[in-house]
């Protein structure tokens, strides 16, 4: 017997325990562990049950994900769970922690289900770019009816215990060790002379509106293929008989494992979970940190002291004046009262929050105790550097020094105090309590336990960490400038904003970049284009002043009501403001362009490849550690569609010798912009792709 299912007695009951840390993953020797333990108990005499239950946190987490791409192992899932329900034997599933994909899977082969209060159940192989593939599109609609199983496998969404009572899912919930609350459920369904209740059994599910569910889940799913998948899965079985409807859910699965969006999806899975692993920080302990300070509380300011306070923190705002204090105050409570609203937080915390964990000030002393700095006030290097300069002054020794800076650099604002080495920088993006990014800047004298401490920040707040090194930019806004140039540059020469917005949208982008600078205010990429002018451009370098002239006629975007969009319609409108192809046209004049057309192919090809290029620098200059820090950043910072695994994953798939074929044609026409990035030479030299780079 496999050493991954232990095998014991409970009477005439045999207990089959699954122990594979952290989560019981359904690998192969789990898999074996299982069709042993089953075929012993049948063997035995004197076993009228069988219960299967998890060891630790969980029944079963599902199929082991690192098992896919490769050649599947005996005894394949979908087969093991057909033999768990062939038994004559009553075999029992007692669930706790989550059951998920497989995990719920082996509990629907088993004929009965008893779960703890808190257990989930769920089929979540749709994020992965799959569908349930053994038996779970089957069997759950016997259960629950095709519109609930619907609803479970194409959001992949977790069910409580409560909740799958009531759909039929488990069959009891009980509170208590997984084992004894199995054994006294087993025990009391022989007493009742229980039987083996086969799902494969039951009646197939009502038909519902089939067109309409694909229409509906089509409209959500943004391009991803496998919430499709599912239901034509689940079709089938409200369509065939239960062996028919297996073999067409195998055939759906095997078309899904075969798409690019599968590999694209499961890179995302491991990657999000890899990135704030870092082999320097083994070992290493963060600073303690209760109470944090945060200078400025504008946007970003009051976003990053709305997220500390919802994850327990103290904070203390400071602002320029009264009058500042209390509009940070105002921004700080309507995202809390957002918060509440959606039920992210009851209202006692909310007053609790409220009376007692903010404060609100404008003397520096009243920062002396903080753990934690976070200045986020203007983006302009001798406000900072005041900023900082007082902060040394007060804070407390050990104190970290954080700066929320979107381009400028930590080193030069960590030389005016006389402790650079707690000094880093912690990019949050906007909105700073919503979105999940957090760039994590160490700068050239940051200790390791600063750095450390800026994951930990990471992790309480429930945000995905990357490390960024200092550059213009750090990783993400580094990688956008040169995407948002290459987009420009095409403007230039003919294309509309509106089909660049729309061809990135049809790629998967949340949104294009137009309409995401509109949201962002256009004044922040005009001070950009000010800053850099002021340094110097290169000769050869493209330059154009359409936009800056939108900024001067008033249009900033959202804020303003207009932008390249015209939001009087509402926000969602995306009406085309009037006044910018006039403005485009006039610089086109100017510049002696003839203008050309673009296909959507086109435009999202430049787009990528500048993506991919700067991308490559980015990891070749050790400002990103891995390629998959630059593809968690665009996934979680800059809406790149996650089915397609980040632009280094994506650049893999398409291949990275043609890109560069690419990047060296574009050249021809524009030497300055599209230098090929050293190290997209060489992996194409080499032969090797950037996920290889991950491995090491
Ligand atoms: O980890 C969270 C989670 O949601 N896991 C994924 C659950 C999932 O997607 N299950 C479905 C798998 S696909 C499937 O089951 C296909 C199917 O229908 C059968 C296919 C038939 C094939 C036929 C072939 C002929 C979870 C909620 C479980 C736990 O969250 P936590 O935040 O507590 O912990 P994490 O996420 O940090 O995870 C701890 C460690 O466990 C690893 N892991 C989790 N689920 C895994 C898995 N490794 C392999 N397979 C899984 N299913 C995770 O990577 C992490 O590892 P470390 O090394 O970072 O600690
Ligand atoms: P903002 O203009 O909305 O807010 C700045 C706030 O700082 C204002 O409330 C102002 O009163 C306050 N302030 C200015 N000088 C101060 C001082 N000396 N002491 C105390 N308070 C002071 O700006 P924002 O958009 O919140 O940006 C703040 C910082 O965050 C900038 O460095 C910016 O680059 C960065 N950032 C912005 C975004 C974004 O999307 N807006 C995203 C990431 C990072």
Redesign the pocket.
Known sequence: MSSKIAYSRQGDIAVLTAQNP??N???QAVRQGLLDGVERAEAEDGVKAILIVGAG??FF????????GKP?LEP???WLVGRIEASPLVVVASMH??S????L?VAMGCHYRVAQPSA?V????V??G?????G?TQRLPRLTGADAALEIATT?R?VGAAEALKLGIVDAIEEGDPTEIGVAYTEKLLAEGAVPRPICEMHAPAAIDWSAAHAAVEARARGQLSPGFVVEAVQASAEHSFEEGMKAERAI?RKAMDTDQRKGLIHA??SE??VS?LPELKGVEPRPMSQIGVIGGGTMGAGIATAALLSGFSVTMLEMSPEAGEAARGRIESNLSGALKRGKISAEQHAAIVEKALQVVTDYNALKDADLLIEAVFEEMEIKKKVFAQLDAVCKPGAVLASNTSYLDINEIASVTSRPEDVIGLHFFSPAHVMKLLEVVVADKTAIDVVATGFDLGKRLRKISVRAGVCDGFIGNRILSTYRTAADHMILDGASPYEIDKALEDFGFAMGPFAVADLAGLDIGYAVRKRKRAEGLQPNERDSHYADKLVEHGHKGQKTGKGYYDYSAGMKARVPNPDVLPLIKAERVEQDISSREFTDQEIVRRYMAAMVNEAAKVVGEGIARRPLDVDMTLLFGYGFPRYRGGPLKWADIVGLDGLLADINRYAEDDPHFWQPAPLLEQLVAEGKTFDDLNQS
């Open positions: 952290p989560v993953a359904l690998s946190r969980a987490a599902g199929a082991d994900i690192k098992e896919f599947p394949h899932l979908p922690g989550v998920l994909g497989g995990g899977e989930r769920g089929l979540p192989e994020h992965l799959i569908i349930p593939g053994a779970g992949g977790h699965f899975f491991f979970r890899a692993t």
